[in-house]
């Protein structure tokens, strides 16, 4: 599997979507996924606080994967 699908799958298993981008990247941070996930809990409570429960599980998808394929075109020019 790619990273990409990675974060998808981490988001659909209801992480956060931080905690879904940056646990699959971790190591390149010097990270394990634990802490990773720890470091990034604190930023959890926005999009999942949404009172419209349907349309945040139509657009958060997107961005996680968005950021994820973001994330890779940015590690390819590096």
């Known amino acids: 599997m790619s990273r990409i699908s990675n ?3 981490n988001f659909l298993e ?3 979507c931080s905690q ?3 646990s699959e ?3 390149l941070f010097n990270l394990n996924r634990d802490t990773a996930i720890k470091i990034t809990a604190g930023f959890s409570g926005g999009m999942r606080a949404a009172k419209r429960q ?3 599980r139509t657009i958060c998808p ?3 994967r ?3 394929e973001l994330s ?3 590690l390819e020019e590096s």
């Open 54 to 56: 349907d349309l945040l």
């Open 72 to 74: 890779d075109i940015m």
């Open 25 to 27: 990247y971790c190591e």
């Open 7 to 9: 974060v998808v799958d």
């Open 20 to 22: 879904a981008i940056l």
């Open 62 to 64: 997107k961005l996680v």
């Open 14 to 16: 209801e992480y956060a």
């Open 66 to 68: 968005s950021s994820a």
